[in-house]
């Protein structure tokens, strides 16, 4: 009898653990740059980006989703840490050699993102992940505030934005926290990050991993391989975009081939809108790179699980990269951080029903510390200021502007005022405005729940071992 029962247990055991449900993998795919109109599906009319097309054929093609910022450093401390950039102290630089206070992180900066933040690979990695960075990180270029030690096991990639080749610190590319090529050879990187990401995946193919793939391009200096040079129709732009997809193709059947496909969400999208110079589209939403109007902010994003999301569909519920921590945690079976605040929120529901409303009372749009918009809605309030934020190519301050009220619904491109048809909207969206400024400050005012960046206060340049060059 003991006999039959001990089996009887062993069996339910198996079924137990059989029954157990897979944790599914995760992979972002990150590019910088990468305008709302810049792909095929989204409207290009030159880019021919058909594994991105077929990807949002057969997933969710996003129409409603943010960045926290309308450039690099602020919008990936967002996408790390589930928070506004204001909140976790980085939407501003520390101010690091030959530069004033700027937007973004330069080579040898003082400042990077916290250690004591928790990032996405960090709640994976107590789900038993293994996790990656694959590309550009620019988060901080000292050794404490490298990918290494914010939660992932392995790093490959350009620690900052490829514009940064100074004449005091050459461009690395790191492996771990080591540089093994510098200055970077720009005209393969997109082909050697897709090489990396695919022995990645084979690698981990046994067991739940976390893949961020932070493309280096389409940021100028624009560059392309070989294959993809004088091919797109649209300059080096084009090509580097065009390489993206065929990148993203690459990835999608490498998890095809491993049967891997069904048991892996794989989101891409862009750190923020297309610059005004570089030849990228943000149609048909108005304004560039390192503003507050919708083309600043407002990116593609398309997300893919096979059998698990609605093939086709369209998803208009305002989404933020913020959004996504708290998903995979739920998705994964942990929890986000309860000690902290954390503004993104779980958007689980929408993968199910891309119909679903918002998860968001309230979105702010900030540029460097100066809270310049508020949405609510359909409804955009552009705040009245005495001065705005020039972009990120003309620091400094410009003349002010007047309130003004629209309705993204009925207006994309933002130019009918309604303000005075609608004043209890607009006294409504100045409540949240004034409490976004109490919590994560403004311009002259210092927000009550900021949690302060780590400072380094010796920084060096990343550079080759002598023995290597």
């Known amino acids: 009898m003991r006999k039959t029962y001990l089996l009887l247990s062993l069996g339910l055991l198996l079924v137990a653990c059989e029954s157990e449900p ?53 919008s990936r401390s967002s996408l790390m840490t589930g928070c506004y950039s204001q909140r976790v102290d980085m939407e501003v630089n520390a101010r690091p050699y030959g530069t004033t206070g700027r937007q973004v992180l330069f080579p040898v900066a003082k400042k990077g993102l916290n250690p004591d933040e928790i990032t996405i690979a960090e709640i994976l990695k107590k789900q038993g992940y293994s996790t990656a960075c694959i590309g550009k990180w620019h988060l901080g270029d000292q050794p404490q505030f490298l990918p290494t030690r914010q939660g992932f096991d392995y790093y490959y990639g350009i620690p900052y934005s490829n514009d940064m080749n100074r004449e005091y610190c050459t461009q690395p590319l790191l492996r771990m926290e080591k540089v093994i090529e510098a200055p970077v050879d720009q005209s393969t990187i997109t082909k050697r990050y897709t090489e990396e990401a695919i022995k990645f995946i084979k690698e981990q193919q046994d067991q739940p991993f976390f893949l961020y793939l932070p493309h280096t391009m389409p940021h100028n200096p624009v560059n392309a391989s070989e294959k993809f040079k004088g091919k797109s129709g649209n300059g080096l732009y084009g090509d580097a975009v065009e390489e993206i997809d065929w990148s993203t193709g690459q990835i999608l059947a490498t998890l095809k081939e491993l049967e891997l496909d069904q048991n892996t969400l794989v989101i891409f999208t862009s750190d923020n809108g297309a610059a005004s110079n570089w030849g990228g589209s943000n149609a048909p939403l108005s304004g560039w790179k390192a503003s507050t109007m919708e083309g600043g902010m407002r990116v593609p994003a398309i997300m893919w699980w096979p059998g698990e999301l609605q093939q086709g569909a369209e998803c208009g519920a305002m989404t933020t990269t913020m959004d996504l921590l708290p998903t995979f945690a739920k998705l994964a079976g942990g929890n986000v951080p309860g000690d902290r605040m954390i503004d993104g929120k779980g958007i689980n529901f929408l993968l199910q029903d891309p119909t679903g409303n918002s998860p968001h009372e309230v979105f702010f749009y900030y540029q460097k510390e100066q809270l310049q918009a508020v949405r609510s809605g359909e409804w955009k309030l552009h705040l009245a200021l005495d001065s705005t934020f020039q972009n990120i190519h003309r620091p400094g301050m410009t003349k002010g502007r007047p309130l003004k009220l629209v309705n993204l619904k009925e207006d994309i491109k933002e130019e009918v005022d309604r303000s005075t048809e ?11 405005a004034e409490k976004a400024r109490t919590e994560l400050g403004d311009l002259g005012q210092e927000g009550n729940a900021v949690r302060k960046a780590g400072i380094e206060e010796d920084p060096k340049c990343l550079e080759m071992e002598a023995e290597e060059i």
């Open 422 to 432: 609608h004043p209890d909207i607009v006294a409504k969206l100045q409540q949240y």
């Open 22 to 74: 897979e944790k599914p993998n995760f992979i972002v795919i990150f590019c910088d740059d990468l305008g709302y109109g810049d792909l095929a599906t989204y409207g290009h009319p030159i880019h021919k980006t058909p594994n991105l097309d077929q990807m949002a054929q057969e997933g969710i093609k996003f129409t409603n989703f943010y960045v926290s910022s309308g450039v690099c450093t602020p």
